[in-house]
């Protein structure tokens, strides 16, 4: 009998260190969050500038070469506000 009173209190410490396994896991998980979040942050504060500049110059070369007019680019511009306020 006594024996079964042990397997009873170890399984109580069990369930106390799993508890705390948890938390752990989940704070790292909460880091590892952060950490990707921050990544995406950086990369995204990179990539929109230069996006911005390859799609300036591009503008830059159709109205030069005569492709389209500016007017044509805004009425564009103008079309992708309306469908993103849509969406």
Not at 5 to 10: E, G, I, L, P, V
Not at 35 to 57: K, N, V
């Amino acid at each position: 009998m006594p024996s079964a009173k042990k397997s009873t209190r170890k399984q109580g410490k069990k369930r106390r260190q799993a508890g705390i396994e948890r938390s752990q896991s989940s704070s790292r998980q909460s880091k590892v969050a952060t950490s990707t979040q921050d990544t995406i942050a950086e990369t995204l504060d990179i990539m929109i500038p230069e996006l911005a500049a390859r799609l300036a110059a591009l503008e830059h070369l159709l109205i030069e070469k005569q492709i389209c007019s500016h007017e044509d680019l805004v009425r564009s511009r103008e079309f992708v506000d309306i469908r993103q306020k849509l969406q």
